[in-house]
């Protein structure tokens, strides 16, 4: 895990949201998109050293519906940037790390990502996101 990529913020509305980010935090807002394969739709912002990712959830179902309903709005995961995600993967696999997927998916950006539970990871959630970068 060489560098923290970005840190996934659940939110309920985006619109609600991102002037907090972009009009008292100043942030630039880098871009919004849909990611159907994870329910969301993402809005990535310019933190510096690392981007923040707002997510809000599209519909009932999927990961961040489910976490705003248990748990409200508030820090999801933390994303580590990697390189040869299927080799990452099976690492953590040998070193006995339970992943939530055998094959990655593709994410924001078309990066390449997979999760840990955070039941592995001591109560976080942790992202891999491969952006073909070497
Ligand atoms: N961080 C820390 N703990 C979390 C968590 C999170 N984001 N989400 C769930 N948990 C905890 C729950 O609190 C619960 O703990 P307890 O058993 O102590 O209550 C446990 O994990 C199980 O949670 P759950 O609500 O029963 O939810 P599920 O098991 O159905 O799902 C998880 C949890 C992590 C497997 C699911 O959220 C998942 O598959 N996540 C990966 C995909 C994802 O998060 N996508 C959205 C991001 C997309 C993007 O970045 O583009």
């Known amino acids: 895990m060489k560098k923290v990529d970005h840190i996934g913020i659940a939110v309920k509305d985006l619109?609600?949201?991102?002037p907090y980010y972009t009009e008292v935090l100043q942030l630039p807002l880098l871009g919004i998109e849909e990611v159907?394969?994870?329910?969301?739709?993402?809005?990535?912002?310019?933190?510096?050293?690392?981007?923040?990712?707002?997510?809000?959830?599209?519909?009932?179902e999927g990961a961040v519906a489910k976490f705003i309903e248990k748990r409200g709005e508030g820090m999801h995961h933390i994303a580590f940037g990697v390189s040869s995600i299927q080799e990452r993967m099976e690492e953590l696999k040998a070193k006995g790390v339970q992943l939530l997927q055998d094959q990655p998916k593709q994410g924001a950006g078309g990066a390449a990502?997979?999760?840990?539970h955070p039941k592995a990871s001591f109560g976080v959630l942790y992202e891999l996101c491969d952006k073909g970068e070497k």
């Open 36 to 60: 159907p394969s994870q329910n969301v739709t993402v809005a990535f912002l310019d933190a510096g050293n690392i981007k923040l990712e707002l997510l809000e959830p599209i519909g009932e």
């Open 15 to 18: 619109q609600l949201a991102l």
């Open 113 to 116: 990502v997979a999760f840990m």
